[in-house]
Nanobody, 124 residues
Framework: QVQLVEAGGGLVQAGGSLRLSCAAS????????MAWFRQASGKEREFVAV????????YYADSVKGRFTISRDNAKNTVYLQMNSLKPEDTAVYYC?????????????????WGQGTQVTVSS
């Protein structure tokens, strides 16, 4: 089992920045592909970003490319999502997800472990 705990959500004005973190425990972190998803009220959960075991490969949804950066610190068992130039449409609950496989995927069915989510609200 893998336990994931997100932190860093909050209320920010449009154009501002937030950094989310997700601490993992229970498995070898350096063998977990880590991803961020989000779910806005009344909408389905959608992919945001994913990072490989080593951090050398990343992939982003078009809606966040150039504004968000996913990174990881394997020594701290933590993955981050730096969010810049935030827009009201970024408002959602953000979820951290993990899987013990090496392929990077944007499909939520691929991931076996999920955090509880953290709310991000961007005001206009």
């Amino acid at each position: 089992q893998v336990q994931l705990v997100e932190a860093g959500g909050g209320l920010v004005q449009a154009g501002g920045s937030l950094r989310l973190s997700c601490a993992a425990s229970g498995r070898t972190f350096s063998r977990l592909t880590m991803a961020w998803f989000r779910q806005a009220s009344g909408k389905e959960r959608e992919f945001v970003a994913v990072i490989s075991w080593s951090g050398g490969s990343t992939y982003y949804a078009d809606s966040v490319k150039g504004r968000f950066t996913i990174s990881r610190d394997n020594a701290k068992n933590t993955v981050y999502l730096q969010m810049n130039s935030l827009k009201p449409e970024d408002t959602a609950v953000y979820y951290c997800a993990a899987v013990e496989r090496s392929v990077l995927s944007a499909q939520e069915q691929y991931y076996d472990y999920w955090g509880q989510g953290t709310q991000v609200t961007v005001s206009s």
